[in-house]
């Protein structure tokens, strides 16, 4: 029989929640699971979405033991693997990390320029915070991270932490991939081998195969020239507009280099100008999110708490975040599954910064990642990743040594920010906003 495993989910209160444990469900053959936990330092939120998936848990799979807490011991002990997504600050400190930046006429937007770097302020004490619970109470286990701002958090966990099992990953790349595959006919991504590099959101496809090794992208390429990743001229239906705007929108990032499919966030950094003039300052992503899927998930999970059935709300499988099953039993089974991941450089690409947390293709097994080799990049990306990575890393070093001037630096060296005067405002308006986050700057 197969080994079964204890998992926690920390951020139990968060949106993804409901959408994991039904993936996790859906994928009991293959990642068989004893035990499921939810952790968050905020226990009113967190009730709302547990009660739901009690109720799930216990119509599905009552076998599986499931609790739900504020306190580090009860959560982090006799865990296998942490899966990790909390947001320090939540929905309110998103939402000023989007307004501020914008108020200076400067991209606004969670992960990337002047408000991810907030949120990364944010992020690095919560995240070690986890990690360090977990090496005290469960010393054999692993996190798998998605909290944002991922290249931040990774950066800082390889600069503080760097024996710790903790292994980085975003959905983006899966998300564009599914998109390709749709483009070209294919039922899944998993029927394409990809190469790809870059950083967090900051990234590059090189080649995509079928797994015959065809090649697919002149096929990809004469679609992205017209649609960008819209996978047809029509409007998908359930996709938001302004998400489909961002796929949209990739046809212009695609065309500073057609040999290459981006990443749909370069467009922060290679149109900052079209993105603020299609903003709206008094209404951002945050308020979208706030707006409807928070608010669905959190009504939704009230009424299946209410009613004592999983048919009272319309809770969503997240179907895609199965990737996270696919690190976890590659960790666990040994599995060699090629995927891309956030990890140290070395060498991998080989005329880039060594100690840079890249994202780049490894074959996961049971100790770890292990990066294919990327070799040499051209100079128009290297440019680029060398710009950004100064950043990423100037933001951990300001955390570290609590460093107003570093913190600056970062900002004005972001590809977003046209000036050090307008950093300078910018920042001195989020340090406000962030007191009772960031440690205390000199
Ligand atoms: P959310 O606000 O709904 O949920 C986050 C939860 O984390 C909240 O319940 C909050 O109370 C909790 N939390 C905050 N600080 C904490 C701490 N120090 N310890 C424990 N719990 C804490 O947010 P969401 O929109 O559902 O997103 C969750 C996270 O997942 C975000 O960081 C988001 O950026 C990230 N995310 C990443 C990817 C990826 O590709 N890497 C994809 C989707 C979401
Ligand atoms: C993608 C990214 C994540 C990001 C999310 C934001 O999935 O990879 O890193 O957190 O988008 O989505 P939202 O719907 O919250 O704006
Ligand atoms: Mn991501």
Not at 84 to 97: F, L, N, S, T
Not at 190 to 212: A, C, P
Request: glycine residues 6%; proline residues 6%.
């Amino acid at each position: 029989m197969k080994k079964k495993f204890s998992v926690v989910v920390a951020g139990g209160g968060s949106t993804f929640t409901p959408g994991i444990v039904l993936m996790l469900l859906a994928n009991l053959e293959r990642f068989p699971l004893r035990s499921i936990k939810f952790y968050d330092n905020d226990g009113a939120r967190q009730e709302i979405v547990a009660e739901a998936c009690k109720v799930i848990l216990k119509e599905q799979a009552p076998d599986i033991e499931f609790g739900y807490t504020t306190d580090p011991k009860t959560a982090f002990s006799d865990v296998d693997f942490v899966m990790a997504h909390i947001r320090v600050g939540k929905y309110p400190m998103r939402e000023k990390d989007e307004k501020i930046p914008l108020r200076h006429g400067v991209v606004g937007q969670e992960t990337c320029g002047p408000g991810g770097i907030a949120y990364g302020m944010r992020s690095i004490g919560g995240v070690l915070e986890i990690v360090d619970y977990m090496e005290k109470y469960s010393p054999n286990a692993w996190m798998l991270n998605y909290s944002n701002p991922a290249a931040i958090v990774a950066e800082a966990t390889r600069r503080l932490r760097p024996h710790s099992r903790i292994l980085n990953i975003c959905d983006m790349p899966i998300g564009i991939e599914g998109r390709m595959a749709q483009i070209v006919g294919l039922k899944s991504r998993k029927e394409m081998q990809v190469r790809y590099y870059g950083l967090n959101h900051f990234g590059w496809w090189t080649s995509i195969e079928d797994l015959k090794g065809n090649d697919l992208m002149p096929k990809i390429r004469e679609h992205v020239a017209k649609h960008g990743y819209v996978p047809s001229s029509t409007n998908e239906p359930g996709v938001e507009a302004s998400w489909n705007d961002t796929f949209a929108k990739a046809k212009d990032v695609w065309a500073l280099d057609p040999s290459t499919f981006p990443n749909t966030y370069l467009k922060y950094y290679l149109f900052p100008d079209y993105v603020v003039a299609h903003s709206n300052p008094e209404h951002t992503r945050a308020n979208e999110v706030m707006e409807h899927r928070e608010k669905h998930v959190f009504s939704s999970c009230a009424a299946i708490t209410k009613a004592g059935k999983s048919s009272a709300g319309e809770l969503e499988i997240d179907e895609h975040a199965s990737y996270i099953v696919d690190l976890a039993t590659a960790i666990a089974f040994n599995t060699q599954e090629r995927m891309l991941l956030i990890v140290p450089n070395q060498g991998a690409i080989n005329n880039f910064d060594p100690e840079a947390m890249v994202e780049i293709p490894c074959l996961v097994g049971s100790n770890g990642p292990e990066p294919l080799t990327v070799g040499k990049i051209p100079l128009f990306q290297q440019g680029l990743m060398s710009q950004q990575v100064a950043v990423e890393k100037l933001v951990v070093e300001a955390w570290i040594e609590k460093s107003y001037l570093k913190l600056w630096q970062a900002i004005t060296l972001s590809k977003t920010v046209p000036s050090a005067s307008v950093a300078k405002a910018i920042l001195d308006d989020l340090l406000e906003a962030n007191k009772d986050y960031w440690p205390e700057l000199k």
